[in-house]
């Protein structure tokens, strides 16, 4: 289960690569990440045909779910990837391995690289694609829906910051070894878009290790403890230990407040009722 949460919100290395020119729409494509999946299919609309394999956790729509596996995203299987003979590949400039996507490029496959680092990123993202996919009206349509929300999301945080002192909370992604969001990264912009407090805001990782005595240090009103898939054995077992130190903590079962895609809104309206109830 950790394996997934990371899968869709892990931070490694990566390298910008130029888009190219498309002489005509691509027809089988491999998107690279998750998130990137996602946003590809939300462009395609019904023409998920169009998508040939994916890596491991793309599950949004659930008909990626059928689609060939290329691998983990932080290290596909170079020769999984090849033998569905893409003609386009999208990557994440951090999220896929930096020389896997200039090795894919020297064979001549044709990549797009884009960026899901930060909340703004997303609607950019989208504009990327859906010009490498020829259906640029349709991302426009896509990145002007989900700024919207996002803006409407943001006035409402905005009114509540003048009348309310902003809660400061813990949003932890992993239990022994015990995982934060820090100070870098589309989650920690996504808690204070809500008008909340990161209180781990100040370290520099995305996803910091810290200790039990640290987060107390920090005290918190709230622990927002991210799970996702079937098995919540171990959220369930740090929800238990945090109430026995006097902590309020709650299970978040949302995973689009873990993937920088147009999901993203979905988790932060989500995650918005469970902060604010009122």
Do not use: C
Request: charged share 25%; glycine share 6%.
């Amino acid at each position: 289960m950790f394996a997934k949460a990371f899968a869709s919100i892990a931070i490694f290395l990566g390298v910008a690569v130029s888009p190219g020119v498309w002489a005509e729409a691509p027809r089988r494509i491999i998107p690279l990440t998750p998130a990137i999946a996602e946003m590809t299919a939300d462009i395609l609309g019904e023409d998920l045909d169009a998508i040939v394999g994916v890596t491991e956790y793309a599950d949004e729509p659930a008909a990626l779910l059928k689609k060939k596996k290329v691998g983990p995203y932080h290290r596909i299987h170079l020769e999984a990837a090849l033998a569905l003979k893409p003609d386009l590949i999208i990557a994440a400039s951090q999220g896929n391995s930096k020389d896997q996507v200039e090795r894919l490029e020297k064979l001549g496959v044709k990549t797009l690289v884009v960026d899901s680092n930060t909340v703004d990123d997303i609607p950019k993202s989208i504009q990327k694609i859906g010009q490498a996919l020829d259906r640029a009206s349709t991302a426009t349509l896509l990145e002007k829906k989900f700024s919207a929300q996002l803006e409407e999301i943001t006035k409402r945080a905005q009114t509540r910051v003048k009348n309310t002192k902003p809660p400061r909370v813990v949003f932890q992604v992993g239990w022994n070894p015990l995982i934060v969001v820090g100070g870098t990264g589309f989650l920690n912009e996504s808690i204070a878009k809500l008008g909340a407090q990161n209180v781990a805001s100040e370290l520099i990782q995305a996803f910091p290790k810290v200790s039990v005595e640290a987060v107390l240090s920090w005290k918190p009103e709230k622990i927002i403890v991210l799970a996702l898939g079937k098995d919540e054995t171990r959220e369930r077992e740090s929800i238990v230990a945090w109430k026995k130190l006097g902590v309020q903590a709650t299970l978040h079962r949302n995973d689009a407040i873990a993937r920088p895609s147009l999901r993203l809104v979905q988790g932060l309206y989500h995650l918005e009722k469970e902060l604010f109830p009122k």
